[in-house]
C-alpha cells in the first residue's frame, strides 16, 4: 500500500500513510516472541508495563526489563523490572520484542531507528479497551493506550503513540512516531504527519492537515492546515514558527 497525496488551499501537502500499516486490529503477541524489553524507563515506562501485561495477560513474564539511558545506580524509578542497561548496549536478540516507551517524538524516532538499524523488532501494542475499527490500520510498533480509539478508515503511522483517551476521527491519519497526548482527537479526514507532538486535550478539526514535526500545544485547537515545524496555540489556534 503506497501514500495517497491531497493538496490543501494553502498548499500544505497531506501524505496521508498507507505503508507499514497491518490490516487488521493487532494484539496477539507473535508466537515466536521469547522476551518483551521496554525502550525507556520513566513514567511512561511503567505505564506502558501495566498496559502490556493488561494487553497480554498470559504472558506477563515475558516482559523481562527495560532499556534506558540513565541506569547507574541510585537513579532508578521504582519499577517492577531492573532497568538492562541503555538502548545503545542492546545486543538484538532472536524472539525479542521490543515496545516504545518515549513520550517525545524526536527522541522517539532517533532512538528506535538506531536500534531497528542493529536488528531490533518493535512489537506493536493496543489496550485491550481501545477501540481499533475493522477498516483501521496500526502500524508496527506503536502504543494505542487505554480507552483510545481508531476510527473507521482512520490510519496510526509506525512507532506513532495513542495515549488514553485520544482518538482518531473517520478517515484521519497519524504519521510515524506521531504522539498523541491524553484526550488529544483528530476529527473526521484530519492528519497529522510524522513526528507531530499533540498536547493535553488539543484538537484538530475536521478536514486539516498538520505538517510534520509541529506541535500542537495543550487545549489548543487547529482549524486551519499548519506547515510544517509549526506551533499552534489557543483556540481558535494561532500559528508561529516553532523555535528549536
Not at 37 to 47: D, H, K, P, S
Not at 109 to 127: I, K, N, P, Q, W
Not at 141 to 169: Q, T
Not at 200 to 215: C, D, F, M, N, Q
Request: proline letters at 9%; one cysteine or more.
Amino acid at each position: 500500500m503506497g501514500k495517497t497525496a491531497v493538496t490543501h488551499g494553502n498548499g500544505v501537502r497531506a501524505h496521508i500513510p498507507g505503508a507499514h500499516f497491518t490490516p487488521s486490529r493487532p494484539g496477539a503477541l507473535a508466537a515466536d516472541v521469547r522476551r518483551i524489553l521496554i525502550v525507556g524507563a520513566g513514567g511512561f515506562g511503567r505505564e506502558v508495563l501495566n498496559w502490556a501485561h493488561d494487553a497480554w495477560p498470559n504472558h506477563g513474564d515475558l516482559v523481562v526489563g527495560f532499556l534506558a539511558a540513565d541506569c547507574s545506580p541510585g537513579n532508578e524509578p521504582p519499577l517492577q523490572r531492573p532497568i538492562l542497561g541503555p538502548p545503545s548496549h542492546y545486543v538484538p536478540v532472536a524472539g525479542d520484542g521490543l515496545l516504545l516507551a518515549i513520550g517525545i517524538p524526536g527522541v522517539r524516532r532517533v532512538v528506535a531507528e538506531e536500534l531497528e538499524s542493529r536488528g531490533a523488532a518493535f512489537l506493536t501494542l493496543v489496550h485491550p479497551s481501545a477501540i481499533v475499527a475493522p477498516t483501521a490500520a496500526v502500524g508496527r510498533g506503536a502504543v494505542v493506550c487505554p480507552y483510545a480509539v481508531v476510527s473507521d478508515r482512520a490510519r496510526l503511522g509506525r512507532c506513532a503513540l495513542m495515549n488514553y483517551h485520544s482518538s482518531l476521527g473517520h478517515d484521519a491519519s497519524a504519521g510515524d512516531f506521531a504522539v498523541l497526548s491524553p484526550y488529544a482527537t483528530l476529527g473526521g479526514n484530519a492528519h497529522v504527519h510524522d513526528d507531530v507532538f499533540m498536547g493535553l486535550h488539543a484538537t484538530v478539526g475536521p478536514g486539516r492537515t498538520i505538517g510534520s514535526r509541529s506541535k500542537i500545544s495543550a487545549n489548543s485547537c487547529a482549524l486551519a492546515d499548519v506547515p510544517p515545524e509549526s506551533i499552534v496555540y489557543g483556540s481558535p489556534g494561532r500559528i508561529g514558527p516553532l523555535l528549536h
